[in-house]
């Protein structure tokens, strides 16, 4: 090999290097962005969860349903794993699994928000927003709602990206990202929902 062609190949290798280190770079402020964005939200969900036991201590409403409450919450733990499944296949290279699962995530996530409506319209009637309770039970179940319905959003971007031929077992920050934001939502509900259904 001639000595010009040994010193592209070694600019070549050099250039892989290079792009590899960049990109692990930012694979890395990425997640660090992540979870710092994360913890933020924590921050917030606690404040908002604290101010309801500041208003009215631990009493909660006796029409409050519990049975609804339940029933939505087992919906969105469902949800969760159907994500990681989803993740857990993109990783893999399981692409037909992986669509199949963010779709799944999506769905009940929806049907959660449906539960979250029929929430409002008891509570308007039960512990309207002007109460001590009502003002804190819509505050905490309508932040938490908004977040579902960004997840919603952002798992049908990455559900639409992937038809598209974007993740691969090489390639799936997007998705992990979605799907850790998912779970976020999905812990946060695990607190609000003692907080406001079991509390007595």
Same mark, same amino acid.
């Given at each position: 090999?001639?000595?010009?062609? /040994?010193?592209?190949?070694?600019?070549?290798?050099?250039?892989?290097?290079?792009?590899?280190? /960049?990109?692990? =770079?930012?694979?890395?402020?990425?997640?660090?962005?992540?979870?710092? !964005?994360?913890?933020?939200?924590?921050?917030?969900?606690?404040?908002?969860?604290?101010?309801? !036991?500041?208003?009215?201590? #631990?009493?909660?409403?006796?029409?409050?349903?519990?049975?609804? $409450?339940?029933?939505? #919450?087992?919906?969105?733990?469902?949800?969760?794993? %159907?994500?990681?499944?989803?993740?857990?296949?993109?990783?893999? $290279?399981?692409?037909?699994?992986?669509?199949?699962?963010?779709?799944?995530?999506? $769905?009940?996530?929806?049907? %959660?928000?449906? $539960?979250?409506?029929?929430?409002?319209?008891?509570?308007?009637? %039960?512990?309207?927003?002007?109460?001590?309770?009502? =003002?804190? %039970?819509?505050?905490?179940?309508?932040?938490?709602?908004?977040?579902?319905? #960004?997840?919603?959003?952002?798992?049908?971007?990455?559900?639409?990206?992937?038809?598209?031929?974007? !993740?691969?077992?090489?390639?799936?920050?997007? /998705?992990?990202?979605?799907?850790?934001?998912?779970?976020?939502?999905?812990?946060?509900?695990?607190?609000?929902?003692? #907080?406001?259904?079991?509390?007595?």
């Amino acid at each position: 090999m001639s000595e010009a062609a /040994v010193t592209s190949q070694s600019a070549l290798t050099g250039l892989a290097s290079e792009t590899e280190r /960049v990109e692990a =770079s930012r694979e890395r402020a990425n997640k660090l962005g992540l979870w710092i !964005f994360l913890a933020s939200e924590a921050f917030l969900f606690s404040a908002v969860i604290s101010s309801r !036991f500041y208003m009215v201590g #631990t009493r909660r409403p006796e029409e409050l349903n519990q049975a609804l $409450g339940l029933a939505i #919450t087992s919906i969105l733990l469902a949800s969760s794993l %159907f994500a990681n499944r989803a993740e857990c296949s993109i990783a893999k $290279g399981d692409r037909k699994r992986f669509m199949r699962n963010t779709a799944a995530t999506i $769905g009940l996530g929806a049907v %959660f928000l449906v $539960g979250v409506a029929l929430e409002f319209e008891e509570g308007l009637e %039960f512990f309207p927003p002007s109460t001590a309770y009502g =003002s804190a %039970f819509f505050t905490l179940i309508g932040l938490h709602a908004f977040h579902v319905l #960004t997840g919603i959003l952002v798992l049908l971007v990455v559900l639409w990206l992937g038809s598209k031929g974007r !993740f691969s077992a090489e390639d799936y920050w997007g /998705v992990e990202g979605a799907v850790k934001y998912w779970h976020f939502v999905d812990v946060a509900w695990v607190f609000i929902f003692p #907080t406001l259904y079991l509390l007595h």
